[in-house]
């Protein structure tokens, strides 16, 4: 017969309330304390029964998180923030994989729904939140966490950085360094999130120093290596005396850097490019890519952090804007 939480208790010498606590790390015991308890259910091999905690605390412990592309690097380093911070809290992380178009959004939340998660993370790169996904959280009664987009909808919070503001201290960076001809490969034309503010940084730097946009010098990518690797291309082609290229995210930053040394050019010798976003990848190719940083890592940290309260408490949350900043690497040089 499997060990209950009572026998737990009785060994350990202490009460049912004080086990339930240890489980769920909510302090009021001594670290004696938890040593014994955490020992005796060693020995008992004792497994936490969840539908049991479910029925008494009507939750499940687990969270949903929809992400557009699961595969990307750009979504495990979020990842990576989300499970660290949910794991310490004792919670679980269901993740569904949307796709580009989110043609499986409804279908994951209807999945999330029957789950009975207790809050869902939603990871937007470049959509917002339709009313029609809305409505379904709304039935669902249960709080939401955007990251990487925003919204009206004034219950739901999000965590983010200032695209536009990126992508102008991006472009302001490469203006410092004597660089007047900068191209950018931007993400989905029209993308109200990721596209639009980005490009938006882009002009207004070029602007603030006296510099005139070049359509020529904008080319439209989707936030994909090939895409990157693509519009470099054009560039090279119809606009060979840019000495410049920022990228949109890392990812086409890196096709980018890949079409380049096909052409038997160097960068930054020849050309300098710079990224967004600061994946892992960033720093692993040769050269290692400079870029914009987005805390991808705390972002979700903080993501999962407001959602938890949100479910244990009931009280809603903030958004919040995180920092980013300029890493130096070796994909740009200076114009003398």
Do not use: W
Request: proline share 4%; aromatic share 8%; net charge neutral.
């Amino acid at each position: 017969m499997n060990p209950t939480i009572k026998d737990v208790a009785k060994q350990a010498n202490v009460s049912i309330a004080t086990v339930s606590r240890v489980l769920h790390n909510l302090g009021g015991y001594s670290d004696k304390t938890k040593q014994r308890v955490n020992q005796t259910i060693k020995e008992l091999k004792y497994q936490p029964n969840a539908i049991a905690r479910g029925l008494i605390n009507k939750r499940t412990q687990t969270i949903g998180v929809l992400f557009p592309d699961v595969s990307s690097a750009f979504s495990s380093d979020l990842l990576y923030g989300i499970d660290g911070f949910v794991h310490n809290r004792n919670y679980s992380v269901m993740v569904c994989n949307t796709a580009q178009d989110g043609k499986r959004t409804l279908k994951y939340l209807q999945l999330l729904r029957e789950k009975q998660v207790d809050g869902i993370i939603f990871i937007f790169s470049s959509e917002v939140l339709k009313k029609e996904y809305y409505d379904m959280l709304e039935s669902m009664n249960i709080p939401v966490v955007l990251i990487s987009s925003q919204t009206d909808f004034a219950k739901v919070p999000y965590v983010k950085v200032d695209d536009y503001q990126a992508a102008y201290d991006a472009v302001d960076y490469l203006l410092t360094k004597g660089h007047s001809k900068i191209a950018m490969i931007s993400g989905t034309k029209g993308d109200p999130i990721a596209g639009t503010p980005r490009v938006e940084g882009y002009r207004k730097a070029l602007e603030a120093h006296g510099i005139a946009f070049e359509s020529r010098y904008l080319v439209y990518g989707d936030f994909l290596y090939e895409s990157g690797s693509r519009a470099m291309e054009v560039i090279l082609q119809e606009a060979p005396e840019v000495t410049a290229v920022f990228a949109a995210n890392d990812e086409m930053a890196i096709g980018a850097l890949s079409s380049v040394t096909k052409q038997g050019l160097n960068v930054p010798g020849d050309i300098s490019i710079m990224g967004y976003d600061d994946l892992r990848l960033a720093r692993m190719v040769n050269p290692p890519l400079t870029t914009v940083r987005q805390p991808l890592y705390d972002i979700g940290m903080i993501a999962s952090e407001k959602l938890i309260s949100m479910i244990e408490s009931g009280e809603p949350a903030k958004s919040q804007i995180c920092a980013h900043s300029i890493v130096e690497r070796h994909t740009v040089r200076a114009i003398i």
